[in-house]
């Protein structure tokens, strides 16, 4: 591929973000939860979102995360 850019589903790209950067991505993922207002979201509420998008790794990992804090 020119310019040796390689082609990633969506949920793959977020893991390798989790993997490089897990509480960066925690921050962002309860900074972008914490702006919903209409509805409010529980993190809960919020992971089933991203499943519904078909980020079912991402949301596995982000559960992970959410666990150990």
Known sequence: MP???EVQHPDEFIICVIDLKP???FQ??????QRLRNPP???DDYLESLLRQGLP???SKLCEI????
């Open 23 to 25: 509480i960066k991505v």
């Open 66 to 69: 959410y666990s150990e804090t």
């Open 41 to 43: 979201m529980t993190i």
């Open 28 to 33: 962002a993922v309860e900074t972008i939860r």
């Open 3 to 5: 310019y040796d850019i």
């Open 57 to 59: 790794q991402s949301v």
